[in-house]
């Protein structure tokens, strides 16, 4: 009986990181010591300051009365995020004693962390060829626990609502799906790089009309949340919290370090990653997303009220896919939208790599993070893995599509 005992055991590690009915033991086990490690960090390593004093200025305006976005500034500019940003921090302002309680808010973003962490454990556990190992690399990003709970950044705020956005869509759940996606884009807009695919997988999976009537919510969210500043100075408020012509810092730059500072800020660079990124959306579109069928027909077929069932494997993959294209052609990556992508990255590498392949892409790509400031080699090799994943997925996917239809 000793001897049984000894080799379960010994054989539970491997149940756990491999077999698929551990997955909550094991995430149950990585939420504790998520927890522990997040309290240590607050408690053992030094906040930096590097955004959490603008954000609480700019909201500080608002506060004060101020509703027009051009006199919405903090120490490093003016307020670019749209009004979901505005509420969230006005919140954390309040409860901080003005945001001078910096502890407070690390323990509030660790609770914001391990929630996170929790959601996307459960999109995980919902595709079977996902083993539970999968979750573990969920929980090794220094760079990721520090962008939470040494920073304070806004990134995340939007991100955990935009994965409980995907985690809804899962459980069918289509109008709570949308109403969170449209609270996650009043945080940030870079939840937009999700909405092609959240457009599709709608499209395909309620009809045009209920898409349709789902589009109209999220945008009647948007204006809604930013009834004060639309009331008041409508082009200031549009022109700040959706400034697509934005031109980012150079100094900050982690993808795009091996061009030089003229061609980083220049228009033709923009308009080449811009022209990149549609391309690539077009060639999903065709080639992936539309699973057996071409568009015209999808598109049509939505106006009939055909209706396709697509599976919790093909929702995650089109999500994550659509996002990872924006990551590729973005003008720029700072550090902070590391937590754009991050959560899908062990998903995506299960999809398209071999096991030891899987491990030396992601150590690569967290290695890229932490190099600072970022070197022409390490936005060289995140722009190849980025690239070879993205290639890979559209490989991938379009063979699976193949065998499918």
Request: net charge positive; glycine share 4%.
């Amino acid at each position: 009986m000793a001897t049984i005992s000894v080799r379960r055991l010994a054989r539970l590690p491997i149940q756990l990181l491999c077999d698929r009915q551990y997955f909550w033991y094991l995430a149950t086990l990585l939420l504790l010591g998520e927890f522990v490690l997040n309290v240590l960090i607050i408690n053992k390593v030094a906040y930096t300051e590097i955004d959490w004093v603008a954000y609480m200025q700019e909201v500080k305006g608002y506060l004060d009365g101020e509703r027009d976005y051009q006199q919405l500034r903090g120490d490093t500019g003016p307020l670019v995020y749209p009004a979901g940003f505005v509420y969230i921090y006005s919140w954390l302002y309040r409860i901080t004693s003005d945001g001078v309680n910096i502890r407070l808010a690390q323990y509030l973003f660790a609770a914001l962390y391990l929630a996170t962490q929790l959601i996307v454990f459960s999109i995980y556990s919902k595709v079977e060829r996902i083993r539970p190992y999968a979750i573990v690399m969920l929980c090794l990003s220094k760079r990721l626990h520090s962008i939470y709970v040494l920073r304070c950044f806004n990134d995340p705020v939007a991100m955990f609502f935009m994965y409980a956005s995907i985690l809804a869509m899962l459980h069918r759940r289509w109008l709570y799906s949308s109403v969170l996606f449209s609270v996650a884009l009043s945080i940030k807009m870079n939840v937009l790089l999700f909405f092609p695919a959240f457009g599709i997988l709608l499209w395909q999976s309620l009809g045009a009309w209920i898409t349709i009537v789902h589009l109209g919510i999220i945008a009647a969210i948007q204006v809604g949340l930013a009834y004060p500043f639309l009331t008041t100075y409508p082009a200031s408020y549009i022109g700040r919290a959706f400034e697509f012509s934005r031109v980012f810092d150079y100094q900050w730059t982690v993808n795009w370090r091996m061009v030089d500072e003229k061609t980083f800020v220049s228009r033709p660079f923009a308009n080449a990653l811009l022209a990149g990124h549609v391309v690539t959306l077009l060639l999903f579109l065709v080639f992936v997303w539309c699973k057996g069928n071409s568009v015209f027909t999808v598109f049509f077929d939505g106006f009939r009220g055909k209706r396709r069932h697509i599976s919790a494997d093909e929702i995650i993959s089109t999500l994550f896919t659509s996002n990872l294209m924006g990551i590729v052609f973005a003008r720029s990556l700072h550090y902070q939208f590391y937590s754009w992508y991050f959560h899908s990255l062990p998903y995506l590498l299960c999809t398209v790599a071999a096991v030891p392949a899987r491990f030396l892409y992601f150590i690569a790509i967290e290695c890229c993070w932490l190099i600072f400031p970022s070197t022409e080699t390490s936005s060289w090799v995140l722009l190849g893995c980025h690239t070879m994943i993205l290639v890979g997925a559209f490989a991938i996917l379009q063979l699976l599509k193949g065998n499918s239809s």
